[in-house]
């Protein structure tokens, strides 16, 4: 399973969720679980699916934002940052972009995209994913580690995680406040496409129903403004974010087996 | 009243003007005297500075590029070196704090990507008024967010920083700005123009009328009434730009493209030029007609001056041009051929063709008279004292009084606007430890850096102060387990031509080379910023220090809180005294003098807490700064949710103190560990004083010392540590950007 990260101008954390697409199948490869601890055994024929990472055909690459052929990539990470500058509104200018056409028509053959932070911004703004992200309430950027509760949306990104679990993932952001008219919020309840949700008390941005990321109805397209890729290394405090980035090859694994 | 004459509105003085002259064989033209007014401002030629740095050691084994160059940099291993410089945007800050801010930022990390490396860290040492008047909080709003603003759209982390308040900043606030980067050795670029016929590449941001004359009227003068009417002459940074200008800088290299590269800051084109030509010892001729302009009506003069933003400037053999220039079109950054290398020593400036100004290279960059100052000591303290604690207040409402005071109390409000954790690096974020560390897996090792400078106790004696700042900022990185490497500085001042500033900044200065010749830490870059006075007098001295260290193993980081009955102990030859100290700023009582330090022992207690934390043994430790003993117990207490019992009375006793200065007084050389007694008294018998003091327990801090005792609760104790959040932002709801 190949992963592209798409690049923007602008982009911040490309590099990355690279790293962290890399390391989390290093990880499967070599130790088939689910690294957030929770789900306990994964078939292990998830190594399979991951393949030969000493091969940089299975590796995983940028894709620049003018490129429209993603046929060599099995799953797409749309990353943080200030694409195109964000003067406009975050992720308003990305959603033109030619590689964002390339994703909408990945996403529609049941692709599995990831949007974190800016990228979640993005699937909103392009219609992907439901609901919009408005500036905080407090108005300022904020950086802080802080914990999510897994929600019960039905998606291969969750398939490393149980629902109501607790984990630990840093958020950065200025325009993180999760919104959607009553309806939509409800349909999106009522669905269960809530992915995650800011533990009690720790809503960082007036985020409606606490909620912190979301998945499409299929659930193969997730966006969520905290960061998984900066919780897969020991060193920097959480390996919480790692089997969010296992999630399909898991999902695809068992599917499989 | 006449006009004065333009020279002089330029900001030189007669005799330069008649220098020039007589260097030239003639009059300069227009052109020619503003490229003049610039290159030989301060700001550029360090005129009154430079004669007193050639005193600082630059030396080291482990050096890869020192003053003189963009940034400095130092060898990390396995092929790469660390690049780093502090830099100060203190006038522009003061007049637009946001743009000031953000530009600082921005024209830092150019200096890093011009020597062709990453920028992989920012830190910031901020100096404001105090935080009760409206002028404070429109600064500290301002500056904040210019620094989030930048850093956090560059995708470059702001993992550390300090900020002080005390009223000499209040018109002249400090925004220095540092940064740090990483590069492959044998790629790393130097700045000097080569190679006759070689083309001069102009890309980035489009060159408009911002920023005409900021090096020379902001950062050369002192700030007077009716500043508000420079502010045109502030930048507006772009950093959606600069992202860009840094991954085409990344690509153009990787792809080996230019022969050098320079950054365009102060002076513009002027200086960038010019530097690139006298280092290379060669001439070079920049035809304005060719440079992409943002408004199209612009003068030679104005296009040379220019301090817009996110521009750089290459020199590239002319066959790889068309590559170049495709790089930057894929980046969507604008480039153009604007000259040419030449022999003939002489920077020419042309349009469409034709010469407008000529100068010869070393008269523009090398040809600025240097000054000598006359330093004269005041013979008494010159700076306001204000008394905001009664003078019998109990040792408890001290405590809390200290831990409330502005520059004590928490700034997480503030570091969590910026993104501390981009880049994937971060091993510490900024207040989870004294220094910052970052994960160097190029070289399979971590680095750690620090920012430091105390203005109020280099006020009290530029010698002593400086040395301690230096010394504290190796204290930080030994929390972290890592050993100097090298050193940047900030030399913030007020205007040398005043006796008393001269003697302040040769006086630190001296004590700067002192103490990196003592920690063997070479100074390989940095700044100096005079003139930071207004009508209600000079700031404080503050000379900041930056330090890069180097550490095995980021796991071996101490910043772990303390458990129920873990034992304290105090280390190090730690003499407190009240002099200087935040106590006695509170009292109203400050003046001159400081006690006079012991390099060396503080560097051997340095050196043992260096190995302690590396070998694992210790993962509690702090050191004793701001607000002395009682104050970094306390705070320990309150990271970690555990109170303390802790008797200072064997201490005392041994040091021959009082009370007071026992519980509240500063100095170097104090470190606070915690852990096992026996892993303690382990450290024990090396030289360096190991006293335990108490012990981890509670929830409340007690510290006691002879008959003055703290008794505060852990939650008292933390509110007043986290008030100043409240104090600084209650107004912001009005404030608007």
Known sequence: ?257 | MSEPKPHIALGLTDHEFDLICEKMGREPNGVELAMFSLLWSEHCAYKHSRKLLKNLPTEGPRVVMGPGENAGAVDIGNGFSIAFKVESHNHPSAVEPFQGAATGVGGILRDVIALGARPIAILDSLRFGEPDTERTHYLVDGVVRGIGHYGNSMGIPTVGGEIYFEPPYEQNPLVNAMCVGIARTDEMVRAAAAGAGNKVVLFGSLTGRDGIGGASVLASAELDEGDDAKRPTVQIGDPFEESKLLECCQELLAADLMVSLQDLGAAGLTSSAGEMASAGGTGIDIDVGLVPLREADMEPFEIMVSESQERMLAVVEPDKVDEVLALCTKWQTASAVIGEVTDSATFRILKNGETVGEIRVDDLVDGCPLYDLNPEEPAEWTYPNRETIPANASASDIALALLASPSIASKRWAFEQYDSIVGSRTAHRAGAADAAVLNIPESNRAIAVAIDGNGRRVACDPFQGTIEATLECAANLAVVGAEPLGVTNCLNFGNPEKPGVAWQLGRSIDGLAEACRALEAPVVGGNVSLYNETPQGPIYPTPVVGMVGELPDPARVAGEPWKEGDAIALVGPFDPSLAGSELEKQRGQLGKGLPEVAIYPVREAIELVREAVRSGLIRIVTDVSDGGIATALAELAISSGIGCDAHLTAVLAKRDCSAEDALFGEGPGGFILAGEKTDLEKLGGQGVEVEVIGQARGNEVIVTASDRRVEILVEEAEAAFESLEDRIEKDQAGLTH
């Open chain 1, 1 to 257: 399973m190949r992963w592209g990260v798409l690049q923007f101008p602008g982009s911040c954390d490309e590099r990355d969720a690279l790293n962290a697409c890399q390391i989390a199948a290093v990880a499967l490869a070599t130790e088939p679980r689910g690294a957030g601890g929770g789900v306990g055994e994964a078939p292990s024929s998830a190594r399979n699916v991951v393949g030969d990472l000493t091969d940089p055909a299975s590796s995983p690459r940028l894709v620049w934002h003018e490129e429209t052929d993603l046929s060599d990539v099995d799953g797409i990470v749309v990353p943080g940052g200030f694409s195109y500058g964000d003067y406009l509104r975050a992720g308003a200018i990305a959603r033109f972009s030619p590689a964002m056409t390339a994703v909408a028509e990945f996403a529609a053959a049941g692709g599995p995209v990831l949007g974190i932070c800016n990228g979640f911004q993005v699937l909103c703004e392009s219609g992907l994913l439901p609901g919009a992200l408005l500036t905080n309430e407090r108005t300022r950027f904020i950086c802080r580690q802080g914990d999510l509760i897994v929600g019960d949306a039905d998606s291969p990104f969750l398939s490393g995680y149980e629902p109501g679990q607790r984990i630990s993932i840093p958020f950065k952001h200025q325009s993180g406040r999760f919104f959607a008219p009553p309806e939509l919020l409800e349909e999106i309840e009522s669905n269960n496409q809530v992915a995650f949700r800011y533990a009690p008390g720790q809503n960082p941005n007036g985020s409606l129903n606490d909620i912190a990321g979301v998945t499409n109805e299929a659930g193969n397209v997730i966006g969520l403004m905290p960061h998984p890729e900066h919780a897969v290394e020991a060193f920097a405090g959480s390996t919480d974010g790692l089997a969010l980035f296992q999630g399909p090859a898991i999902a695809a694994a068992g599917a499989g087996a």
